[in-house]
Protein backbone atom coordinates (compact mmCIF):
# COMPACT_ATOMS: atom_id res chain seq x y z
CA UNK A 1 0.00 0.00 0.00
CA UNK A 2 1.06 3.17 -1.07
CA UNK A 3 2.31 5.34 2.81
CA UNK A 4 -0.77 8.13 2.58
CA UNK A 5 -2.42 8.76 5.97
CA UNK A 6 -5.20 11.19 6.77
CA UNK A 7 -5.43 12.99 10.10
CA UNK A 8 -8.16 13.16 11.44
CA UNK A 9 -9.98 10.43 10.46
CA UNK A 10 -13.51 11.13 12.14
CA UNK A 11 -14.32 14.92 13.31
CA UNK A 12 -17.82 16.68 14.10
CA UNK A 13 -17.71 20.16 13.85
CA UNK A 14 -20.25 22.70 13.98
CA UNK A 15 -21.24 25.16 11.30
CA UNK A 16 -18.59 28.58 11.22
CA UNK A 17 -16.04 27.09 12.74
CA UNK A 18 -12.53 26.56 10.65
CA UNK A 19 -11.57 23.02 9.83
CA UNK A 20 -8.24 21.85 8.94
CA UNK A 21 -7.57 17.88 7.63
CA UNK A 22 -4.07 16.72 6.89
CA UNK A 23 -2.73 14.31 4.27
CA UNK A 24 0.69 13.26 4.89
CA UNK A 25 2.79 10.53 2.40
CA UNK A 26 6.05 8.95 2.79
CA UNK A 27 5.99 8.13 -1.27
CA UNK A 28 7.30 11.18 -2.81
CA UNK A 29 4.75 11.81 -5.26
CA UNK A 30 4.63 15.27 -6.78
CA UNK A 31 0.89 15.37 -7.05
CA UNK A 32 -1.54 15.51 -4.36
CA UNK A 33 -5.38 15.48 -4.72
CA UNK A 34 -8.06 16.22 -2.34
CA UNK A 35 -11.31 14.68 -3.14
CA UNK A 36 -14.83 14.65 -1.58
CA UNK A 37 -17.31 11.73 -1.49
CA UNK A 38 -21.12 11.83 -1.47
CA UNK A 39 -23.54 9.74 -2.17
CA UNK A 40 -24.82 9.51 -5.86
CA UNK A 41 -22.07 11.81 -7.43
CA UNK A 42 -19.53 9.16 -6.58
CA UNK A 43 -15.53 11.21 -6.06
CA UNK A 44 -15.31 15.06 -7.40
CA UNK A 45 -11.77 16.66 -7.38
CA UNK A 46 -11.69 19.83 -4.62
CA UNK A 47 -7.82 20.85 -5.37
CA UNK A 48 -4.58 19.64 -6.35
CA UNK A 49 -0.66 20.54 -6.01
CA UNK A 50 1.68 19.74 -8.94
CA UNK A 51 4.41 20.80 -6.03
CA UNK A 52 5.29 22.49 -2.99
CA UNK A 53 3.28 25.93 -3.11
CA UNK A 54 1.89 24.74 -6.01
CA UNK A 55 -1.70 24.46 -6.18
CA UNK A 56 -4.96 24.85 -8.35
CA UNK A 57 -8.52 24.36 -8.22
CA UNK A 58 -10.66 21.38 -9.15
CA UNK A 59 -14.51 20.52 -10.12
CA UNK A 60 -16.14 21.82 -6.45
CA UNK A 61 -13.45 24.42 -4.99
CA UNK A 62 -15.91 27.07 -3.35
CA UNK A 63 -15.35 27.14 0.60
CA UNK A 64 -11.71 25.17 0.50
CA UNK A 65 -8.63 26.45 0.66
CA UNK A 66 -5.39 24.67 0.40
CA UNK A 67 -1.73 24.41 1.23
CA UNK A 68 1.48 23.03 0.90
CA UNK A 69 4.25 24.08 2.43
CA UNK A 70 6.85 20.60 2.09
CA UNK A 71 6.11 17.55 -0.72
CA UNK A 72 5.19 15.07 1.69
CA UNK A 73 1.79 17.16 3.18
CA UNK A 74 -1.32 18.60 1.79
CA UNK A 75 -3.63 20.45 4.08
CA UNK A 76 -7.12 21.31 3.26
CA UNK A 77 -9.13 24.05 4.73
CA UNK A 78 -12.73 24.56 5.70
CA UNK A 79 -12.72 28.28 6.80
CA UNK A 80 -16.03 28.33 8.05
CA UNK A 81 -17.60 24.69 7.42
CA UNK A 82 -21.47 25.11 6.27
CA UNK A 83 -23.53 21.67 6.48
CA UNK A 84 -23.22 20.97 2.82
CA UNK A 85 -19.76 20.26 3.51
CA UNK A 86 -20.61 17.04 5.25
CA UNK A 87 -18.75 14.47 3.64
CA UNK A 88 -15.99 11.72 3.13
CA UNK A 89 -12.55 13.65 2.19
CA UNK A 90 -10.28 11.69 0.75
CA UNK A 91 -6.60 12.34 -0.17
CA UNK A 92 -4.57 11.12 -3.18
CA UNK A 93 -0.95 11.02 -4.64
CA UNK A 94 0.59 10.41 -8.12
CA UNK A 95 4.30 10.38 -9.24
CA UNK A 96 3.98 12.85 -12.09
CA UNK A 97 0.59 13.98 -12.64
CA UNK A 98 0.56 12.36 -15.93
CA UNK A 99 -2.70 11.63 -17.65
CA UNK A 100 -2.17 7.49 -17.55
CA UNK A 101 -0.31 8.19 -13.84
CA UNK A 102 -2.37 6.00 -11.55
CA UNK A 103 -3.63 8.05 -8.04
CA UNK A 104 -3.15 5.89 -4.90
CA UNK A 105 -5.95 6.91 -2.34
CA UNK A 106 -5.67 7.33 1.36
CA UNK A 107 -8.45 5.74 3.61
CA UNK A 108 -10.35 8.66 4.24
CA UNK A 109 -11.64 11.58 6.57
CA UNK A 110 -14.98 11.70 7.43
CA UNK A 111 -16.14 14.93 8.53
CA UNK A 112 -19.97 15.93 9.59
CA UNK A 113 -20.91 19.49 10.22
CA UNK A 114 -23.70 20.55 12.59
CA UNK B 1 -15.60 17.93 -21.62
CA UNK B 2 -15.45 14.33 -20.31
CA UNK B 3 -18.34 12.23 -18.60
CA UNK B 4 -18.34 8.91 -17.00
CA UNK B 5 -22.14 7.25 -16.27
CA UNK B 6 -21.96 4.13 -14.52
CA UNK B 7 -25.45 1.92 -15.52
CA UNK B 8 -26.56 0.85 -12.33
CA UNK B 9 -26.08 2.05 -8.46
CA UNK B 10 -26.62 -1.60 -7.00
CA UNK B 11 -25.75 -4.74 -8.87
CA UNK B 12 -26.59 -8.10 -7.40
CA UNK B 13 -24.57 -11.48 -7.79
CA UNK B 14 -24.54 -15.00 -6.90
CA UNK B 15 -21.47 -16.60 -5.70
CA UNK B 16 -19.98 -18.01 -8.87
CA UNK B 17 -21.70 -15.70 -11.16
CA UNK B 18 -20.61 -13.74 -13.80
CA UNK B 19 -20.21 -10.04 -12.57
CA UNK B 20 -20.73 -7.55 -14.87
CA UNK B 21 -20.76 -3.92 -14.10
CA UNK B 22 -21.47 -0.58 -16.83
CA UNK B 23 -19.61 2.34 -17.68
CA UNK B 24 -20.17 4.25 -20.68
CA UNK B 25 -17.83 7.77 -21.10
CA UNK B 26 -18.57 10.46 -22.85
CA UNK B 27 -15.34 12.45 -24.66
CA UNK B 28 -14.15 14.65 -27.53
CA UNK B 29 -10.61 13.38 -27.70
CA UNK B 30 -9.33 9.65 -26.89
CA UNK B 31 -9.99 8.63 -23.60
CA UNK B 32 -7.98 6.80 -20.79
CA UNK B 33 -9.86 4.41 -18.24
CA UNK B 34 -9.71 3.39 -14.78
CA UNK B 35 -11.56 1.28 -12.74
CA UNK B 36 -11.45 1.28 -9.09
CA UNK B 37 -12.62 -0.74 -6.18
CA UNK B 38 -13.77 0.80 -2.41
CA UNK B 39 -14.13 -1.92 0.17
CA UNK B 40 -15.91 -0.86 3.37
CA UNK B 41 -13.96 1.69 5.60
CA UNK B 42 -11.20 2.48 3.14
CA UNK B 43 -9.73 4.10 0.46
CA UNK B 44 -10.00 3.64 -3.32
CA UNK B 45 -7.64 0.82 -4.92
CA UNK B 46 -6.84 0.69 -8.95
CA UNK B 47 -8.15 -2.48 -10.75
CA UNK B 48 -7.47 -1.65 -13.99
CA UNK B 49 -6.55 0.41 -16.61
CA UNK B 50 -6.82 1.26 -20.41
CA UNK B 51 -4.45 3.69 -21.61
CA UNK B 52 -3.47 2.92 -25.39
CA UNK B 53 -2.61 -1.02 -27.04
CA UNK B 54 -4.85 -4.18 -26.33
CA UNK B 55 -8.20 -2.71 -25.65
CA UNK B 56 -8.98 -6.17 -23.15
CA UNK B 57 -7.25 -4.97 -20.30
CA UNK B 58 -6.44 -7.60 -17.39
CA UNK B 59 -6.98 -5.98 -13.60
CA UNK B 60 -6.40 -7.43 -9.93
CA UNK B 61 -8.74 -10.36 -8.66
CA UNK B 62 -9.52 -11.87 -12.08
CA UNK B 63 -11.12 -8.65 -13.27
CA UNK B 64 -11.01 -7.87 -16.37
CA UNK B 65 -12.43 -4.75 -19.13
CA UNK B 66 -12.80 -4.34 -22.73
CA UNK B 67 -12.53 -0.32 -24.10
CA UNK B 68 -15.38 -0.64 -26.99
CA UNK B 69 -14.92 2.61 -28.92
CA UNK B 70 -17.35 2.26 -31.03
CA UNK B 71 -20.17 1.56 -28.31
CA UNK B 72 -18.04 4.21 -25.81
CA UNK B 73 -17.64 1.37 -23.35
CA UNK B 74 -15.00 -0.19 -20.74
CA UNK B 75 -17.37 -2.76 -18.92
CA UNK B 76 -15.81 -4.22 -16.16
CA UNK B 77 -16.19 -8.43 -15.75
CA UNK B 78 -15.09 -11.06 -13.82
CA UNK B 79 -16.49 -14.58 -14.87
CA UNK B 80 -17.12 -15.85 -11.26
CA UNK B 81 -18.15 -14.13 -8.55
CA UNK B 82 -16.38 -14.18 -4.99
CA UNK B 83 -17.89 -13.34 -1.80
CA UNK B 84 -15.05 -11.24 -1.11
CA UNK B 85 -15.86 -8.82 -4.50
CA UNK B 86 -18.56 -7.24 -2.55
CA UNK B 87 -17.54 -3.63 -2.47
CA UNK B 88 -18.58 -0.35 -4.35
CA UNK B 89 -16.80 -0.20 -7.89
CA UNK B 90 -15.90 2.86 -9.71
CA UNK B 91 -15.34 4.20 -13.26
CA UNK B 92 -13.75 7.00 -14.28
CA UNK B 93 -12.29 8.80 -17.49
CA UNK B 94 -9.12 11.05 -18.44
CA UNK B 95 -8.14 12.92 -21.24
CA UNK B 96 -5.24 14.13 -23.00
CA UNK B 97 -5.61 17.66 -21.30
CA UNK B 98 -1.77 17.54 -19.81
CA UNK B 99 -3.04 16.91 -16.42
CA UNK B 100 -4.29 13.62 -14.08
CA UNK B 101 -7.34 15.22 -13.09
CA UNK B 102 -10.05 11.83 -13.03
CA UNK B 103 -13.91 12.57 -13.54
CA UNK B 104 -15.62 9.37 -11.78
CA UNK B 105 -18.68 8.01 -12.05
CA UNK B 106 -20.99 8.11 -9.21
CA UNK B 107 -20.20 4.37 -8.57
CA UNK B 108 -22.13 0.37 -8.62
CA UNK B 109 -22.40 -1.23 -5.26
CA UNK B 110 -21.68 -5.18 -5.73
CA UNK B 111 -23.25 -7.41 -3.32
CA UNK B 112 -22.00 -11.52 -3.74
CA UNK B 113 -25.03 -13.69 -2.77
CA UNK B 114 -23.93 -16.75 -1.01
Known amino acids: DAGITQSPRHKVTETGTPVTLRCHQTENHRYMYWYRQDPGHGLRLIHY???????DKGEVSDGYSVSRSKTEDFLLTLESATSSQTSVYFCAISPQGGETDTQYFGPGTRLTVL | AQSVTQLGSHVSVSEGALVLLRCNYSSSVPPYLFWYVQYPNQGLQLLLKYTTGATLVKGINGFEAEFKKSETSFHLTKPSAHMSDAAEYFC????????????FGTGTRLTVIP
Open chain 2, 92 to 103: AVNTQTGANNLF
Open chain 1, 49 to 55: SYGVKDT
